[in-house]
């Protein structure tokens, strides 16, 4: 059985996928909507979220270094970053 793809896009009204302002809560609330089992993203999307939406100037601790603890619970998707430059 083949896994079953979803392409997930915020695009504006004229198909610009950049340029415009970005509702996170409605993108990941709509992308959650469909359950995912693992989301993936290029290495240089995630960089320039990263960048876009989060205190980078935050100092990193400890606990960043280190994995957290795996919660049978936890119901969100795995997050698969490709990066195919080696960065």
Known sequence: MYPEVIIHNSVSLDHAV???????????GALLA???GAVLV???????GIEMFMDINEPEAEADRHRP???????????????????
Request: aromatic fraction near 10%; charge should be negative.
């Open 18 to 28: 950049t340029g415009f302002d970005v509702d996170l809560g409605l993108h990941y």
């Open 34 to 36: 469909f359950e995912p």
């Open 42 to 48: 290029g290495s240089a999307t995630a960089k320039s």
């Open 69 to 87: 603890e795996v919660r049978p619970d936890d119901r969100r998707p795995l997050c698969v970053i490709v990066d195919s430059r080696g960065y």
